[in-house]
């Protein structure tokens, strides 16, 4: 099975200023493309050929679960924002971040704090278990929560190649930003 690169709901200049189209063509346009272009060559007769991305993120190791699982990532992150600002969470997702943040304010406080304090590349989560429970989760590298049983409902990319073109070294400005094009349905669907 050949894994394709998936389309995004936007064109690469619309959320810009937050993440400028430079970013967006170099970002998913060359580096997400390199890691489906890894993933097929090297998942050849081998027994993830084919496996879903799901399967290969809980049972791969070495590089076909680094480049399976940065695919994924890349997807599932892109496709969390929109052009269209303001949306805000809702209904039981918002419940649930007032009981377990204190408030959606310090949610995102804490989730931008997180973040930040990656040494060198990874990912930050807002996860829920079994029981809907929410917890923010840091991971390292091309790392993924479901792996560990954990259901993934938001995540930022805290490697430099995100934020470098528009940001440079302010890794907790980018983050800030990234709250603005956040499409806060996309998450209450996940959740
Ligand atoms: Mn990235």
Redesign the pocket.
Known sequence: MKHEMPVLPYTNDALAPVISQQTIDF?WGK??QTYVNNLNNLIQGTPFEDASLEHIIQKADGGIFNNGA?VWN?TF?FHTFTPKKGSAPKGELLQALNETFGSVGAFKKQFVADGTAIFGSGWVWLVKDANKKLSIVKTANGDNPIRNGWIPLLTF?V?E??YYLDYQNRRADHLSALWDIVDWNVIYDRY
């Open positions: 970002h580096h997400v940065q890349h992150y990319d490697w190649h995100a």
